[in-house]
């Protein structure tokens, strides 16, 4: 039963944070502040979690968080880039074989490439590079968790008026030996996913979506 105190003016403002929302992916160099961050991965934690998946280990899930100051980004950034160009040529090499792949990853082979020349967006392009990591469990549903987790986070952001963006190629370095190193945990014992953080230089327009009834039938 949901307490009378959290309908009315609280669906309003959620309804706010839900709308105003957006992937901003360009920051001013102002660092917002730790209690923003530590506010922000309080949301991230209240996310749900597989909790019988992973059992009542309530070290499920952890937060690490490379300002931009940071020597270790530095570090991170070449981890991310050199992955991005194994990837890059694995995805070319099965694509010049295979014409679905040909067709259907044109798109995220030239993103790929693009981050193994110049870095990959929100490794160093932000006050804040946040990675999440996801105890795995079975069955393997780590990657949603890390999506409730990170929308909170983003909704939490967007109520302190900070910019986010989603890093999803963090998922990609989950097996890294250097980037385990560096945040001390050991290679497949987790799945990680990450995000950017600052003050938006800008703010875009409100993005078209579908509306309600074109999106939804209702099945009698
Ligand atoms: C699974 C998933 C992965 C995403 N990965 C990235 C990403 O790595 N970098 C990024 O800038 N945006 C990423 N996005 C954000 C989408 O591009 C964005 O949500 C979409 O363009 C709509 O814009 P909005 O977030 O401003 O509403 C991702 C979104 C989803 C759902």
Not at 2 to 17: K, Y
Not at 146 to 160: E, G, I, P, R, Y
Not at 169 to 187: H, K, V
């Amino acid at each position: 039963m949901i307490e009378p105190s959290i309908t009315g003016e609280c669906n309003r403002a959620l309804d706010t944070i839900l709308e105003a929302r957006r992937s901003i992916r360009a920051f001013t160099d102002e660092i917002p502040p730790r209690e923003f961050i530590e506010e922000i991965i309080a949301a991230g934690i209240l996310a749900p979690y597989a909790a019988q998946a992973v059992g009542d280990d309530l070290d499920f899930r952890k937060f690490f968080v490379i300002s931009k100051s940071s020597p270790r980004l530095k570090e991170v950034a070449e981890i991310a880039k050199r992955r991005a160009g194994v990837l890059s040529e694995q995805l070319q090499t099965q694509m010049a074989t295979n014409p679905y792949l040909q067709k259907k990853a044109a798109g995220f082979s030239q993103r790929l490439e693009l981050f193994a020349k110049r870095g990959v967006l929100g490794i160093g392009t932000a006050p804040y590079y946040v990675v999440v990591a996801e105890r795995k469990g079975i069955p393997p549903v780590e990657q949603q968790s890390l999506a409730h987790c990170l929308q909170n986070m983003w909704l939490k952001a967007t109520a302190l008026g900070l910019g986010f963006h989603l890093v999803s190629f963090t998922a990609q370095m989950a097996e890294d030996g250097d980037l385990c190193g560096i945040l001390d945990i050991r290679p497949g014992e987790f799945e990680l996913n990450g995000c950017a953080m600052g003050y938006p230089k800008s703010v875009p327009p409100k993005p078209s979506r579908p509306a309600v009834n074109d999106a939804t039938r209702w099945i009698e």
